[in-house]
């Protein structure tokens, strides 16, 4: 389960805790096919645009309000087509 996920579905069920150590963290992606470049361009525009007028980390706060496991920053230091 991602990190994310666990922790909201963790505190929506009162008869579950987290125990242990985290297994291994991995950032998420948005899938696109290798063939479709003219899309993949396009996403990574309109996440530049989001990350740049403050909506990305408006939904992030709301949706994920513990500190995230990466900045922004060290997410956008590898380009996409490389990860």
Do not use: C
């Not at 696109?32 to 939904?59: C, H, N, P, Y």
């Amino acid at each position: 389960m991602d990190w994310g996920a666990h922790g909201l579905f963790v505190d929506d069920y009162d008869a579950h805790r987290a125990i242990g150590n985290v297994l291994s963290s991995e950032p998420l992606a948005i899938v696109v096919s290798r063939s479709d470049l003219d899309f993949r361009d396009e996403i990574d525009a309109i996440l530049l645009e989001i990350i740049k007028d403050g909506t990305w980390q408006m939904f992030y706060d709301r949706w994920f309000p513990d500190p995230p496991p990466w900045t922004i920053e060290e997410m956008l230091a590898e380009s996409p087509a490389n990860r």
